[in-house]
């Protein structure tokens, strides 16, 4: 097929030129001084994407890897546990605390539905002797193309002491987020999301008040510990080999993301998001999340006719080369889900949408060609002019 794939998901994201060109570097020795540049480069980069002066530690390993990291290195066995899950990522988070001994109590939201922070409050205010340790809670649900407003629940945590941990792999750097000035006490995050590098490593970045917490804390961990980590650290290096090449891509994609600056970035989100669901919604269909809490990162997609999906999906990719993801779990061909976060521009999307018209006439739904297509571009329009 000519030309790129248009790779639409909500991770791993398409990788710009520079970023690949930057990664075919010949390797370095990862206890020298040239990696110790570059990893005290990437450390300000990355914390400056978090909005945090606290400590961050980069592991080569994917998303999860960094959630099982915060459990081991923050979470006891026997501690009590706040889960919060509004999908399929809130669950994982909290089946990794079970995993590791902790006792957690699970509230769950109806897909698609961000948590309400009252409801947390609630918990938290009846939580009388402070029994609750931390609160797990994911920044955008990949799962469901809802976010969760992360300010309001530390608001809501009142002067509750519990830690607040939270899941931002597919949110940070597409949707806002200010971890010291929120608030937040551990944050993990990926490569492969809105940093435009590919999938290998994890971010994990924490307070004071989590590290006071790590010096007492009695879980299992070898590879995952901080203490080590921040040894190693201060000599600028990292406890085992890294990921050299995706460090290489990460100093690159940090230079393209000051370019652009992070609030643009922000607000390119936003608009994405903005464009395609009035385009999906001109079409008549059905979006999971509700307007106010509906992602920046990706859109969820009811198939018409409530099921379905998979096979738009794979007339997508056999006829345009356009790769979008799944449902997942129970909304496996029911939805499908366009992903709008990292190096993806506009019209990648206004083609999605055309493609996409295509796909459902030609699969017998009714729909008035076009239609989508020009309220993407009347999207566009009216935003250039305001600017
Ligand atoms: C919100 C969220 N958390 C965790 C993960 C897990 O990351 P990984 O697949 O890299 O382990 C993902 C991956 O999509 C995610 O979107």
Redesign the pocket.
Known sequence: MIGQQYLLL??PTPIPDRVLRAMNRPMINHRGPEFRDILNEVSRGVKAIYGTEHRLLIYP???????EAAVVNFISPGDKVLAVSI????D??ANIAKNFGAQVEKIGFKWGEAADPNLIQDILQKDKDKQIKAVLI??????TGAYNDIEAVKKAMLDHPALLMV?????LGALEFKMDDWGVDVA?S?S??AFMIP?GL?FMAFSDRALEIHRNNTNHRYYWDVTSGLNYLEKGQTAFTPAISLFYGLQEALVMMAEEGLHNIINRHRNYRDMVRQALGELGLELLAADQHASTALTAVLAPGGSGANKIRSKMLNRYNIALAGGQLELDDVMFRIGHLGYVRELDLVAVIAALEITLLESGFKIELGAGVNKAQQYILALNTKN
């Open positions: 909500p991770g390993s994917s998303g999860t890897g960094v959630l999908g399929v990522f809130g994982r988070f994911t920044h955008n649900e990949t799962s899941d931002c792999v597919s949110g993990l990926g492969q999301k999938p994890g």
